[in-house]
Each structure stands twice: as structure tokens, then as C-alpha cells.
């Protein structure tokens, strides 16, 4: 192993202990349903959900209530033992995978009917992102955003979308919303969120009943 081979392996178990300590932190509070996302509910398939970055699972166990066969991927082991505790607890089947998103990202082609990404961005990953979903299935992100007059939000631009950042991530998918700049986050700054919808496969016998 390279020197800084070593240096990237302390900061990728740095991170996800700091996540740890986080979410330990915060297991006593309750998992709140992400408000946008309820709200967008009736734009999106049925069938298999892949959470990304889904912390303690406060949007994957209310899909599962849903009827969703969900999967939850997160780099935090103290998040997915809290979030797969809580779904025991309620008696959910919650598939929950380990993985550093930064490092070793590993998402399957074409499983998922919906994909969510809510409040981690990191825009390597959206090539892994789109091939994700299957054709006719959607994404669903929402995250910081530099439109809009609001103040605050994450100090480290790499975190922050830039206006319309979404619409280029999502070139030639069906839009079926798209919002920015209309919300101010929690922290600070503005917020964009869109369900885009991947194209489906052409066939030759859909060209031809056209």
C-alpha cells in the first residue's frame, strides 16, 4: 500500500466513524418521512426502492410501510444498526447495505424502480446512479442548492448544486418536477429537488403499433 493509498484509507474510516458518532448521537430522535418526498409519492412506480446515503432510515422505513422492496445503502454500520432495529421493530423486511460511496461504489444495473438520493451529494456517483434504475423507473433527489435568496447552508461548495444542475444531471429524462430555489433548508441556503424519469427501451414492436 502506497503512502497515499494510506492517507485515502484513514479518511474514508475517519468519515463513516464520524457518521457513527453522529447517528449515535442521534438515535433517540425520531425518523421524520422527508416532507418533499411524501409529497412527490404519487409521481413514483411501484415495485423496488435503492436509498442512498440512507443514515438511520428515515425514508426507507416509511417506503417499506408503503409496500416497497427496499434496499438501504449507507457507509454508517451505527446508522443501518439503528435503522435495521427500527425496522424488526415494526416488523419491515429492510435490505441494508454497507458500502463507501466514495470508494467503492457498487450499484446494481437496471434493479430499481426508484432511486433516492436525498441530501448527499456527490457527483461521481451519478453515472452509478442512472444506471440504477430501470428504464421507466425514477429518481428522486433533493439537496442544497445555490438558487434562491437564502443565506447559510454548507460552507464547502462541492456540496451545493448549482442553479439548473439538476436539469444537466438528468439530460435527456422525462422531468416530471423539478423545483429549486422555492425552499429554504433547515441550516441555511436553498434547496432543489427532481423526479426525472428514465426513458424506456424503444422495441421494434412499439415503432411499429406507433
Not at 10 to 31: C, H, I, M, T, Y
Not at 44 to 64: E, H, Q, T, W
Not at 132 to 155: D, E, K, L, Q, W
Not at 176 to 184: K, P, T, V
Request: glycine share 10%; proline share 6%.
Amino acid at each position: 500500500m502506497s503512502f497515499s493509498d494510506g492517507c485515502e484509507l484513514r479518511k474514508v474510516v475517519s468519515v463513516a466513524n464520524d457518521w457513527n458518532k453522529v447517528w449515535q448521537e442521534r438515535g433517540e430522535k425520531p425518523l421524520l418521512f422527508d416532507p418533499w418526498l411524501k409529497q412527490v409519492l404519487p409521481l413514483l412506480p411501484s415495485g423496488k426502492v435503492l436509498d442512498i446515503a440512507c443514515g438511520r432510515g428515515r425514508n426507507a422505513l416509511p417506503m417499506a410501510e408503503l409496500g416497497y422492496a427496499v434496499t438501504a445503502l449507507d457507509a454508517s454500520s451505527q446508522g443501518l444498526k439503528q435503522l435495521n432495529e427500527e425496522a424488526h421493530r415494526r416488523g419491515l423486511a429492510i435490505t441494508t447495505m454497507p458500502q463507501d460511496l466514495e470508494q467503492t461504489p457498487q450499484l446494481p444495473r437496471e434493479a430499481f424502480d426508484v432511486v433516492l438520493q436525498f441530501f448527499y451529494l456527490q457527483r461521481s456517483l451519478f453515472d452509478a446512479v442512472r444506471n440504477a434504475v430501470r428504464p421507466g423507473g425514477v429518481v428522486v433527489a433533493r439537496t442544497f442548492s445555490r438558487a434562491g435568496n437564502f443565506t447559510g447552508g454548507p460552507g464547502n461548495p462541492d456540496y451545493v448544486l448549482a442553479v439548473g444542475e439538476f436539469l444537466t444531471l438528468f439530460k435527456g429524462w422525462e422531468i416530471l418536477l423539478h423545483e429549486e430555489g422555492l425552499d429554504e433548508a433547515e441550516r441555511g441556503g436553498g434547496l432543489a429537488g427532481i423526479v426525472a424519469r428514465k426513458p424506456r427501451i424503444e422495441t421494434e414492436r412499439d415503432v411499429l403499433c406507433a
